[in-house]
């Protein structure tokens, strides 16, 4: 028969005593720890903003054409007046009520997308679209107007204007296309049944 292991008898663990702090120091330190926080942040705020001046730099250097009209983030600021949206509810024979135009539907963005910023010169919707990723909602970071420079923005109110003036004159979405496409060069996917083959 095997000897069992005889266990060691427990001594008692002595308890360890800890400096004891007082409340004065213990805020200082939670006070130091912020600050430390507060002062990364800012580092990375900074290293952000330098990232973003080479960044313009270099996209300067190789995309004059597009350079005039793209720049840094600016604050929001309405920049599509409400009668915009109104025009398209006309023409499309919507309620224009106030709660209706707040929930746009996405169809909406890709008509202003259309009508605005496809005027711009060629890789102009690609490049805003590189800089403005969408968010895990799907919604985007910013709104593609907030990149623009001060030449962009007034060619951007520009060609706002042009389109409500336009809207105003047509009865019908699809009188509206066909005048948009005539009056701005532009080429407009309609039905099939709008444009019947001969």
Not at 14 to 37: F, G, W
Not at 61 to 77: D, S
Request: proline share 5%.
């Amino acid at each position: 028969m095997a000897k069992q292991k005889q266990l060691a008898p427990t001594t008692q663990l002595q308890e360890t005593t800890r400096p004891t702090i007082s409340r004065e120091e213990e805020l200082n330190e939670m006070y130091a720890a912020a600050a430390a926080l507060v002062e990364s942040a800012g580092l990375d705020e900074t290293l952000d903003k330098e990232n973003e001046k080479r960044f313009l730099a270099e996209f300067k250097l190789n995309n004059p054409r597009l350079a005039r009209y793209i720049g840094e983030l600016q604050p929001y600021v309405v920049t599509f007046p409400m009668e915009f949206y109104e025009q398209i509810y006309r023409l499309h024979g919507w309620s224009t009520d106030p709660e209706n135009l707040r929930k746009r539907p996405g169809i909406v963005g890709a008509w202003t997308i259309k009508l605005i910023y496809d005027r711009f010169p060629t890789g102009m919707v690609d490049e805003l679209r590189s800089r403005n990723p969408r968010t895990l909602s799907g919604d985007l970071l910013h709104k593609y107007f907030q990149l623009l420079t001060a030449e962009g923005s007034s060619l951007l109110k520009e060609f706002i204007q042009e389109a409500i003036d336009l809207m105003k004159q047509c009865g019908s979405w699809a009188h509206f296309e066909s005048a948009f496409a005539r009056k701005c060069g532009k080429s407009w996917q309609t039905f099939l049944f709008d444009n019947p083959v001969d």
